[in-house]
């Protein structure tokens, strides 16, 4: 086993500063000038819903979370403006706290919820026949309007029309501070728990789940706390579970679905062997190979995982999250999805192949 040196963590600072999971910096809103009376409609700007369960600590500025770690959940609704000119997979920032809604994302619209109640009915008058509620959860190296940013790119690159969750944990928003991250996500699991266990006990609400990253690690570690809790049933009501380029090392990944008992079905995996990031944190963790990076799929063998390989996919960046930032592999994504082509046991699509795990 290599013992990380000095070297990698700086590798993988570097790398998280520009990778897919970065993310400093605040909301924009819109300026002034351009604000109107429907926020952006004039321009066409769309709007993306998303409301918020966070273990960040509160900062001064309204429906603002820093990088502390509250003891309570927190709750919030948001709504983020996306421009006319977006393009798929992209990021449309302002360079500062203003915005034009015809060029940029901004925060067009914010609001606390009381508890976790009022997050609930929302989400209930949200919903729409035969669309799923989604809880996404960000990776290493997210301030929260950055996370927030890129669940609201993902959802309306994919069309998705149910309600999005999003689910914040409390990253330092540093890509020095890995070891505080994965601290962050052990702190969250309960936080996390506990909003699972209230979306699948509501009636008539499909729930499905999301992670990238880090963010898949607080996924398994959350789901495996509720199997042994006694509730490991209530994992069979969620629709579907994704994990995108999960930083979770593979023999944890395996001791993790094994105390599950079975992986909830679907379960699937985006992968990319020329992950960039995970090569890096792979390096950190004396090379032990990480689930989001695996060459040998027989090491998933048994336990019913598809597995999406996007490692043909040419990506100029850390191919840390394809299916979120390649316009090429959400166009890919959103046809199978629309054709139901996830049904053999494996399928090759250009440069994407789809195998499902015995």
Same mark, same amino acid.
């Given at each position: 086993?290599?013992?990380?040196?000095? *070297?990698?963590?700086?590798?993988?600072?570097?790398?998280?500063?520009?990778?897919?999971?970065?993310?400093?910096?605040?909301?924009?809103?819109?300026?002034?000038?351009?604000?109107?009376?429907? /926020?952006?409609?004039?321009?066409?700007?769309?709007?993306?819903?998303?409301?918020?369960?966070?273990?960040?600590?509160?900062?001064?500025?309204?429906?603002?979370?820093?990088?502390?770690?509250?003891?309570? =959940?927190? &709750?919030?609704?948001?709504?983020?403006?996306? #421009?006319?000119?977006?393009?798929?997979?992209?990021? %449309?920032?302002?360079?500062?706290?203003?915005?034009?809604?015809?060029?940029?994302?901004?925060?067009?619209?914010? %609001?606390?919820?009381?508890?976790?109640?009022?997050?609930?009915?929302?989400? *209930?008058?949200?919903?729409?026949?035969?669309?799923?509620?989604?809880?996404?959860?960000?990776?290493?190296?997210?301030? &929260?309007?950055?996370?927030?940013?890129?669940?609201?790119?993902?959802?309306?690159?994919?069309?998705?029309?149910?309600?999005?969750?999003? &689910?914040?944990?409390?990253?330092?928003?540093?890509? &020095?501070?890995?070891?505080?991250?994965?601290?962050?996500?052990?702190?969250? *699991?309960?936080? @996390?728990?506990?909003?699972?266990?209230?979306? $699948?006990?509501?009636?008539?609400?499909?729930?499905?789940?999301?992670?990238?990253?880090?963010?898949?690690?607080?996924?398994?570690?959350?789901?495996?706390?509720?199997?042994?809790?006694?509730?490991?049933?209530? @994992?069979?009501?969620?629709?579907?579970?994704?994990?995108?380029?999960?930083?979770?090392?593979?023999?944890?990944?395996?001791?993790?679905?094994?105390?599950?008992?079975?992986?909830?079905? #679907?379960?699937? /995996?985006?992968?990319?062997?020329?992950?960039?990031?995970?090569? $890096?944190?792979?390096? @950190?963790?004396?090379?032990?190979?990480?689930?989001?990076?695996? %060459?040998?799929?027989?090491?998933? %063998?048994? =336990?019913?995982?598809?597995?999406?390989?996007?490692?043909?996919?040419?990506?100029?960046?850390?191919?840390?999250?394809? #299916?979120?930032?390649?316009?090429?592999?959400?166009?890919?994504?959103?046809? @199978? *999805?629309?054709?139901?082509?996830?049904?053999?046991?494996?399928?090759?699509?250009? #440069?994407?192949?789809?195998?499902?795990?015995?």
């Amino acid at each position: 086993m290599r013992t990380p040196t000095r *070297r990698h963590f700086i590798a993988l600072a570097s790398a998280g500063a520009v990778a897919g999971c970065g993310g400093q910096g605040g909301f924009s809103v819109v300026d002034p000038d351009h604000a109107g009376a429907g /926020v952006g409609a004039d321009v066409g700007a769309g709007v993306q819903q998303l409301l918020v369960a966070t273990t960040r600590t509160a900062d001064p500025a309204p429906i603002a979370y820093g990088a502390g770690r509250a003891k309570t =959940l927190d &709750f919030a609704r948001l709504a983020i403006s996306i #421009p006319p000119n977006h393009k798929v997979g992209q990021i %449309e920032r302002s360079r500062g706290s203003r915005a034009d809604p015809a060029r940029h994302f901004a925060l067009t619209g914010a %609001e606390t919820l009381p508890d976790l109640e009022a997050l609930v009915t929302a989400a *209930r008058a949200a919903s729409t026949p035969g669309q799923e509620a989604v809880v996404f959860v960000h990776g290493y190296n997210n301030g &929260f309007a950055k996370a927030a940013y890129r669940h609201a790119q993902v959802a309306w690159d994919y069309e998705l029309k149910g309600p999005q969750i999003h &689910f914040s944990w409390s990253s330092a928003a540093n890509p &020095f501070e890995y070891t505080y991250d994965r601290d962050s996500v052990l702190i969250a *699991r309960d936080a @996390l728990a506990t909003l699972l266990r209230r979306l $699948l006990r509501e009636d008539g609400l499909r729930v499905s789940l999301v992670g990238h990253s880090m963010g898949g690690l607080l996924i398994m570690e959350t789901l495996r706390q509720i199997a042994l809790s006694g509730d490991r049933a209530l @994992l069979d009501r969620l629709s579907a579970t994704t994990l995108i380029s999960p930083d979770i090392d593979m023999d944890l990944f395996r001791a993790q679905a094994h105390a599950l008992g079975h992986l909830p079905q #679907p379960f699937t /995996v985006a992968i990319a062997q020329n992950d960039r990031l995970l090569r $890096l944190s792979s390096g @950190l963790s004396g090379g032990a190979a990480r689930l989001g990076s695996v %060459e040998d799929l027989d090491q998933l %063998e048994g =336990l019913g995982v598809f597995v999406v390989d996007m490692t043909g996919i040419a990506d100029t960046g850390s191919n840390h999250f394809l #299916p979120g930032t390649s316009a090429s592999a959400i166009a890919l994504i959103k046809g @199978l *999805r629309d054709a139901d082509a996830l049904a053999p046991q494996s399928l090759s699509v250009g #440069p994407v192949s789809i195998k499902l795990g015995g």
